[in-house]
């Protein structure tokens, strides 16, 4: 494996970062978890418009411009052969000293790795996932704002560590004002009947670009989409719940803190719309191609 690192693919054993990285020191910096399928990078585009947001969200100006940033990654793609896989795109603050200070950093470092993915297994697709509310909060918008994916994930994390002492794989995380904000690593949508309703990113999500997706998807497909401040309740006493990420693409959920979702097993909505997404991998205009 080659990585991209600072503008140069260097052995996977040359690809080091410094112990005096802030992205080490102190989660600063941000990133991107892309998928390519079928030779192309899925929705390379809004990674990279995202990326961007999220760097300038902290202050963080990256040493390149989007169109060559879309470009390393297209190039550390062609040169692993990476057309089924998983990348992860890395800006640090870069090396500092033992101090907060971001301006004591002298250069962002940009990693690019295109390697596989490391699926869910069949089952949680199959069966449906049991998820549970746990009681850490989601980051509150004017600490570290959700929409900024950051190097820092100790929120989500801790959020994990609750869910998978509970007994289960996933959570169901709130807004400091209580009402649902996503999962930890993925956001979440309700079906009832031909209605869609996700949580707007002023809940305390990231914006998801599968989420984005699904939305598109859900509403060129006869679905009605809506956006909207949601309770437990309104999970609990859906017809159907799923999640969307990059890695889960759509995985059901079929039960939440114990209660039953709907009939208890993946819904046809849900079905529907997990069909959709992946025809849409397999269209040209899903993505940017990799080879030519
Ligand atoms: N919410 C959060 C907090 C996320 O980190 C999503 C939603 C879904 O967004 P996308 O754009 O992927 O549809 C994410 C994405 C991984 C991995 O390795 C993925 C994410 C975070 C950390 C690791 O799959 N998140």
Request: hydrophobic fraction near 40%; charge should be negative; proline fraction near 5%.
């Amino acid at each position: 494996m080659v990585i991209y690192l600072n503008g140069k693919l260097v052995p996977e054993k040359d690809a080091v970062v410094s112990v005096f990285d802030h992205g080490l020191l102190y989660g600063d910096g941000v990133f991107e978890g892309i998928r390519s399928y079928h030779g192309r990078v899925f929705l390379l585009n809004e990674h990279i418009e995202r990326l961007y947001r999220s760097a300038r969200a902290v202050a963080l100006d990256i040493p390149m411009r989007p169109e060559a940033m879309a470009q390393a990654v297209i190039e550390t793609c062609r040169a692993n052969d990476c057309r089924n896989g998983y990348i992860r795109l890395v800006v640090t603050r870069g090396v500092g000293n033992l101090g907060l200070n971001p301006y004591n950093c002298a250069k962002p470092q940009v990693i690019i790795i295109a390697s596989t993915i490391q699926l869910y297994p069949p089952e949680f697709y199959a069966q449906g996932l049991k998820i549970v509310t746990v009681a850490t909060v989601r980051n509150h918008p004017e600490s570290v704002n959700p929409n900024i994916k950051s190097l820092n994930y100790l929120n989500n994390i801790l959020a994990k560590i609750e869910a998978i002492n509970a007994g289960v794989q996933e959570a169901l995380m709130l807004n400091h004002t209580g009402y649902v904000a996503e999962a930890t690593g993925d956001n979440v949508f309700a079906i009832n009947g031909h209605l869609l309703t996700t949580p707007p990113s002023s809940s305390g999500c990231l914006p998801g670009i599968t989420r984005d997706a699904v939305m598109k998807l859900a509403a060129e497909n006869g679905f009605e989409v809506r956006e909207s401040v949601m309770t437990r309740y309104d999970f609990y006493t859906a017809d159907e719940v799923f999640l969307t990420g990059t890695a889960a693409e759509i995985v059901p959920v079929v039960e939440i803190d114990r209660r039953r979702i709907g009939a208890g097993v993946p819904g046809a909505g849900t079905k529907r719309l997990i069909a959709l997404l992946h025809e849409y991998t397999q269209l040209p205009e899903s993505g940017v191609a990799i080879a030519g």
